[in-house]
């Protein structure tokens, strides 16, 4: 069995920082895009970075570049989402996701195994 373990959400103070890690087991995913997506109440769940499992290349979401940070352990296939200068409207739901190709990383619609997702509030 495939299963993502995320941890690290809370609620914190916006221009706080926050680390959210999530940890695959059952399944390698050296060779595969690992990301993390949002998902704000009433709104769809949005990009938010990625990270390529073969070359370590990222990308990141728009409203989240250059305060957000993504990195990973391969051989324990794992990745972490340093966010810094947290903002409220950062407040969301998130999922760890795993098994896309990086061509495909900006769609949620290619990762084949998703975490249960953890919360993130910012307070203003």
């Known amino acids: 069995q495939v299963n993502l373990v995320e941890s690290g959400g809370g609620l914190v103070q916006a221009g706080d920082s926050l680390t959210l890690s999530c940890t695959a087991s059952g399944r390698s995913f050296s060779s595969y895009a690992m990301g993390w997506f949002r998902q704000a109440p009433g709104k769809n769940r949005e990009f938010v970075a990625a990270?390529?499992?073969?070359?370590?290349?990222?990308d990141y979401g728009i409203s989240v570049k250059g305060r957000f940070t993504i990195s990973n352990d391969i051989t324990k296939s794992a990745v972490q989402l340093r966010m810094d200068s947290l903002k409220p409207e950062d407040t969301a739901t998130y999922y760890c996701a795993a098994g896309a190709r990086w061509g495909r990383r900006l769609s949620a619609l290619d990762y084949d195994v998703w975490g249960q997702g953890t919360q993130v509030t910012v307070s203003s």
């Open positions: 990270i390529s499992g073969i070359s370590g290349n990222t």
